[in-house]
């Protein structure tokens, strides 16, 4: 069973402009882009599959990423 990533992306959705950056530079692809409140926005669809990578919140041009460490 794989560990757990040391964190987590969290996204701020006041930040996010839906442009899917994040997406495409997500090598697990447990990142999405949907709807919400009638605009897109990027999900973390699922935290289990996330590497932890950080690529995400770097390639994000706009700061709406940014990574949460997660208790042990």
Excluded: Y
Excluded at 9 to 21: D, E
């Amino acid at each position: 069973m794989p560990s757990p990533p040391a964190a987590l992306p969290v996204i701020n959705p006041a930040r996010c402009t839906g442009c899917g950056w994040c997406v495409a530079a997500c090598p697990p692809h447990v990142l999405s882009l949907q709807v919400q409140l009638w605009r897109k926005t990027s999900v973390l669809d699922d935290p289990a599959g996330c590497t932890g990578c950080a690529r995400c919140a770097v390639r994000c041009p706009f700061g709406a990423i940014r990574m949460r460490r997660e208790a042990l």
